[in-house]
């Protein structure tokens, strides 16, 4: 079984598009400082990088699915130009209601990517910039780690329940690398 970091995208590798706005033209999609780097960090690290993502912009009618998917393979080739591998990407094109099992803080995605690459969901990680993404960690049985920016941290973090807060997901990867280093055998009891 291998570990997987599970990526959240709007707000934690594209700059979010403001509230009620959504990401879909390839022109509207600006990858944050840093992403490129933390995603060759955990693959080197040993993770398979996911990208887990709710767009509810499908359902809205804003973009089409293949539209999105088109805009995933693009955003794939560009990371992998610069060596960061994105080994998969899901995500949820549906509303919030009826409810779905994917749209996070479900647990759905994860819990079939885990099925589709044979994961250990209790040594990865989900990195995301909002409770629903912890939500989804949590209830995958993942570690989670909350991207914040510049907003009060430690405040977010309790409010979130997320193990660890950081700035980026830059910051959040040499976090978690530090986490495994300082703690080999949780990663080794966990991965039976
Ligand atoms: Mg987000
Ligand atoms: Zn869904």
């Known amino acids: 079984m ?18 009620g706005e959504y990401v879909t033209r390839w022109e509207e999609m600006e990858f ?13 690290a040993g993770f398979l990088v996911v990208v887990v993502s709710n767009q509810r912009c499908v359902a809205k009618g804003l973009i089409t699915a293949s539209a999105l998917e088109s805009m995933h393979e693009r955003m794939r080739r560009e ?5 960061a591998i994105i ?6 094109p549906h509303e919030n209601a009826p ?3 994917c749209r996070k803080p479900q647990p759905g995605m994860l819990l ?7 994961i250990d969901l209790a040594a990865s990680w989900m990195i995301g910039d909002s409770g629903r993404d912890v939500g989804a960690g949590r209830a995958a049985g993942c570690h989670t780690a909350l991207v914040t920016g510049n907003d009060d941290r430690s405040h977010r ?3 979130a329940g997320a193990d660890l807060v950081a700035s980026s997901l830059l910051d959040a990867t040499h976090q978690i690398l530090q986490v495994e280093a300082a703690l080999p055998s949780v990663t080794r009891s966990v991965s039976r």
């Open 2 to 19: 291998k570990k997987a970091a599970f990526l959240d995208r709007d707000g934690v590798i594209n700059r979010k598009a403001p509230a």
């Open 79 to 83: 990371f992998a130009a610069a060596g």
């Open 87 to 92: 080994d998969a990407i899901y995500y949820c």
């Open 112 to 118: 079939q990517a885990a099925r589709d690459h044979d």
């Open 157 to 159: 973090a309790a409010e």
């Open 99 to 101: 409810p779905c099992g």
């Open 32 to 44: 944050l400082p840093g992403t490129r780097e933390a995603v060759r960090l955990l693959r080197r």
